[in-house]
Structures are given as C-alpha cells and as structure tokens.
C-alpha cells in the first residue's frame, strides 16, 4: 500500500455512465475503507475538524472505521451532521476538511468525504439510526424550507426536546439535495430520502405544499398558530440571467428549471414532463450548477457545450465534476461570452452568438477579469440553451414579513454567531442569508440558528 495515496475510489465506466442516470461514484467497500482509514495520522491538534463547518470530531470516527466498528462511527458522525451520506456525496472536501489534512503536504489526504459517505451507507444497509434522549419541551418551533440548512437546524432542535413543524412549499423534501442535484451525483430513493427519514425518526414534522408568504405568513405562525420561534431555511432559487437579446426564444432555460423538470418531475424517466432535448445543447456558466445540467444533457442524448467567460483555472465548479464532465464528453468553450441567443422564424433558439475573451487585470474577487476580444465574435448552432448563471433569494418570505431586514442582494441579514434577524423570535440561514453557496455552509447555519434559538427560547422562561 502506497501511504501517500488515497485508496483508489471504484466508479462507473465514462462511456456507460455518460448514457444512464446511476450514480456515478461507486464508493469503498468495507476492506477499502478500513484501508483507507488507515492512513489517517490521528493529529491531536486535528485541522480537518476545524475545516469541517459542522465541526464532525473526525479523527475519532476515522479511528473507529480502522478498526472495523463502524456503528461507532456512525455515532461519532452523527453528533455533529443530519445528513452524512449526502455530505460524503457532495460537499467540497478539497476545500474544506481534506484541504487541511497533514498527509495532503506530501501526498493526497486522507479521502475522509467517502469515508463519511462508507459510514452513512453502511448504517442504512444495517438498519442504524441516530438516537434522541431529549425530554419534551413542548415549545413549538416552525422551520420553512426542508433543504440542508432546515432539516439540519430541525434535527438539532428536535435533539433538544422542542416540537418542530419544517414548512416546504414543494411536494417533496430535501430542496436543492432533490430538484437541483442530479440523481448521478446524489441518489434520492437510496440517499436523500432515507437521510430524511432519519430527521422524521427524531420526531420533526412536516407539511408539504405550504408556502410561507402564501399559505400562511410568519406573523400568522407567531401570533395565530402558537410557534415561539421560527427558522428561515428558504435557499436561494430565483434565477439569474445575461440580459442580452434573445434570451426569451422558446428553448431558453435557466439552469434550475431544467434541472427541476429532470430530477424532480422525473422527465428522465418518461416523457410526461416536457424536457427540451437539443440535438445541440449550450449550457452558459462554469459552476456545479452548470456542470450538472450539462451532464444531465448528455445523459438525455444531447451533444453538450459549455460556455464559460474565464479560463479554466477559475472555474467554479468542483475539480470533480469538471473532471467527470470532461471524461464523459462535455465540450468546454473557455474564454467565451454569450452576446445574443439567435432564433428561427418561429422563436425557437437555433443558435448563439459569442465572444472570445482574454483575461486582463484582477478584480475585487483577485480573479483576472475577463475582457472582450474586439472583432472575434463566433456563432454556435445550437436548438437549446440552458443559463447557469446564479441564483438569489426569492423575495416572497421578505416581502410578506413585518420588520425582517434584508441586504441589497435581498439576502436576510442575521447576526452571524446566532442566526438572529431583524425581528424577534424570527432566525435565518443557509442560502437565504448567504446567497447560492453550498450543502455544508447551509447545515452548518442551520445548527448555529438551532443553538440560538434555544438559547433565545431558554432566555424566555425566566
Ligand atoms: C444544481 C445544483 C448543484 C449543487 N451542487 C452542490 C454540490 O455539489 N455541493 C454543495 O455543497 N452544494 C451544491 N449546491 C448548493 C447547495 O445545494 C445549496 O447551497 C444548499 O442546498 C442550500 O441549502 P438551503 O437549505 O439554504 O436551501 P435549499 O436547498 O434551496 O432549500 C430551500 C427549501 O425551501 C423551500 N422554500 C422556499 N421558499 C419557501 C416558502 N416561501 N415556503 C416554504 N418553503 C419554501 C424550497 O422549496 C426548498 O425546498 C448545488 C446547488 C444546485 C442548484
């Protein structure tokens, strides 16, 4: 065994993946993982954990993983994260508890994601599910929003004793980890679901098809319903887009609605849900939102292109997935920008127009900011056109909530240790706080709001 790398990960063939919707990565098996467990060097002064947002005590799981107690690592895990088989799925590990690691300064570092996603897997096969010993408070708390920052905040409340309702105006749970994460990356029968009912386990309830700002307003829950405090866990899902002409040709879709119509409508499966399957598809942006609806594309029969202004070095996306896109055949046009989407007599896209860009001085981000090639202007025959450009906070729960502050990025602003907003018993994280950001950041906040609003809720019975 070569202690500087990481145990290999077993995945799907490129070829054969790139036309099915099976998860991709096929994780460690029991001898894998203690293997790979192995390397860890056990540091007193752990870095992982201080790079880890939910703060999981990784060295001690890991351990119990070496040694083939696994129902222990559970446990360890789950202290500290609702939703550890998704974590190891899909959280940034490079840049968070894996960018940390000693053994990443002269080799690859311990490959603790899959270690967690071995552990979280293992559990649901054996039937191991986390333990509440809380005694009741009866205290009512209402969360909006099932996604991460939610079930994570209700999960810990739920630990604590209070009786809590999580409010989703979808008829699923889950938020993005089911409309907006593609069923090759994040299974939802095997993963999402089963996480879920872990946090249902622990007491939580929820009522789906209720939207807050609609079907009830925060005030109505605070002063008609009886709930003493309240979490908005309500993400980030208005999309973006450039503004340039065409952009309202019939083929034109943003990143989310595409990817709502294939993951949570099912149009990959049977065609009830009108997908819009290109000969020739352009997905515009180079984030993990992009690389998902481009490789959902593929998968649908599509030759797929990616169009993205900077250069490869300053892709957003994970290393990962730009990885697996490439090996599956998604065609990167970098240092490009969309001017105009083109359109047939009948409004339908049959092309776009772009511009070769260079990279010229840094900007406030420090990344080189992309400037036009004057003259270079291209067109790339295409009948869809999928933008991937961002996302901000729908402003339905700010506009419909007396004296809850929100920034100019229509952000709601929270004290950062606590999660507390602008108005009483009313606390916030996740996406609608921070803007589009990641699984781990939104679990983490949700954890951080459950901490203060118990504090806040402990406050108030004396
Ligand atoms: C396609 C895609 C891929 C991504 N890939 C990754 C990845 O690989 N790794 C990673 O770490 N992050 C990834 N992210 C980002 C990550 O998923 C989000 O940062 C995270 O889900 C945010 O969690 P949240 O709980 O704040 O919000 P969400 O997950 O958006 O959940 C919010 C929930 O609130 C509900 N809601 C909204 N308004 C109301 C209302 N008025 N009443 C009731 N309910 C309401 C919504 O329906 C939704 O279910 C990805 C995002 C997308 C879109």
């Known amino acids: 065994m070569d202690v500087l790398k990481k145990v290999p990960i077993r995945e799907q063939d490129p070829k054969v993946r790139a036309t099915n919707f099976e998860e991709v990565c096929l994780g460690y098996n029991k001898e894998e993982a203690m293997e790979e467990a192995s390397r860890c060097l056990n540091c007193k002064n752990a870095q992982c954990v201080k790079g880890c947002p939910v703060s999981i005590s990784i060295p001690d799981f890991i351990k119990e993983v070496k040694e083939g107690n696994f129902k222990e ?200 849900t009108p997908i819009m399957i290109g000969k020739k598809v352009v997905v515009v942006g180079g984030g993990n939102v992009a690389m998902d609806a481009a490789r959902t594309a593929l998968r649908l029969g599509s030759e797929v292109h990616i169009v993205y202004r900077r250069s490869e070095e300053e892709l957003p996306a994970r290393v990962e997935e730009v990885h697996h896109a490439k090996e599956e055949g998604i065609i990167f046009n970098l240092l490009t920008n969309p001017v105009e989407i083109l359109s047939d007599e009948n409004g339908w896209v049959c092309g776009i127009k772009c511009i070769k860009m260079e990279l010229g001085e840094p900007d406030e981000s420090g990344r080189r900011s992309p400037v036009e090639i004057p003259g270079s202007e291209f067109e790339i025959e295409c009948d869809a056109v999928i933008m991937s450009l961002g996302t901000s906070p729908n402003p339905l729960i700010s506009s419909t909530t007396k004296g809850l502050e929100i920034n100019r990025r229509k952000c709601i602003v929270v004290k950062e240790e606590n999660g507390e907003t602008s108005k009483e018993g009313v606390f916030a994280g996740g996406d609608a706080v921070t803007g589009a950001a990641t699984v781990i950041l939104a679990m983490g906040a949700g954890r951080c709001a459950a901490k203060g609003i118990d504090e806040y809720l402990s406050g108030k019975e004396n």
């Not at 999580?166 to 089911?178: K, N, T």
């Open 73 to 272: 690592a559970y446990d360890v895990i789950s202290k500290s994260s609702s939703l550890p088989a998704v974590c190891g799925r899909v959280c940034p590990q490079e840049s968070q508890c894996e960018g940390k690691c000693i053994r990443g300064i002269k080799g690859e570092p311990v490959s603790i994601g899959k270690l967690e996603r071995f552990v979280a897997d293992w559990a649901f096969e054996n039937g191991v599910k986390p333990t509440v010993n809380a005694e009741k408070k009866n205290k009512k708390v209402a969360v909006i929003g099932s996604g991460p920052s939610g079930l994570s905040c209700a999960g810990d409340l739920a630990k604590l004793g209070y009786d809590v309702t999580v409010f989703e105006a979808l008829h699923e749970l889950g938020g993005v980890l089911v409309y907006g994460i593609p069923e090759f990356r994040l299974p939802k029968e095997k993963v999402v679901k089963k996480e879920i009912e872990n946090v249902k386990a622990l007491g939580v309830k929820f009522e789906k098809n209720t939207i807050i700002g609609k079907s009830f307003t925060i005030d109505e829950l605070i002063d008609k319903y009886g709930f003493e405090a309240v979490f908005i866990g309500s993400g980030a899902g208005l999309p973006k887009f450039m503004g340039i002409p065409g952009e309202n040709a019939n083929g034109v879709f943003s990143a989310n609605e595409y990817l709502t119509r294939s993951n949570l409508m099912k149009a990959f499966r049977d065609a009830e």
